[in-house]
Nanobody, 124 residues
Framework: QVQLVESGGGLVQAGDSLSLSCTAS????????MAWFRQTPGKEREVVSA????????FYADVVKGRFTISRDNAKNTVYLQMNSLKLEDTAVYYC?????????????????WGQGTQVTVSS
């Protein structure tokens, strides 16, 4: 029903910043909780940040708290992840995810729709 496409990944140096975008088509994101996940080889996909249908409900994994900022613009059908002070450990494929929900709160699991992923590589 909804298709998600990430963009903005690339190769950066430790300490640099990068901004990821996730643009949806096929449905309005007004009805969806959204999240960013990341995955490295040999590890399960882990939630990085999540945002509810209401932007007042936001979650950050401890390892990115204070460095990453999630936001959404429903009029543009887009979700963003601003990543600052990037570390080597942030290297991963980053995925955008969406799930249609009734409530306004964020979710850290149970996502139904996924983007194709975008590679973020942090070097020293």
């Amino acid at each position: 029903q909804v298709q998600l496409v990430e963009s903005g990944g690339g190769l950066v140096q430790a300490g640099d910043s990068l901004s990821l975008s996730c643009t949806a088509s096929g449905d309005t994101l007004t009805y969806y909780a959204m999240a960013w996940f990341r995955q490295t080889p040999g590890k399960e996909r882990e939630v990085v940040s999540a945002i509810g249908r209401s932007s007042t409900y936001i979650f950050y994994a401890d390892v990115v708290k204070g460095r990453f900022t999630i936001s959404r613009d429903n009029a543009k059908n887009t979700v963003y992840l601003q990543m600052n002070s990037l570390k080597l450990e942030d290297t991963a494929v980053y995925y955008c995810a969406a799930v249609r929900t009734v409530g306004m709160a964020y979710r850290t699991g149970g996502y139904e729709y996924w983007g194709q992923g975008t590679q973020v590589t942090v070097s020293s």
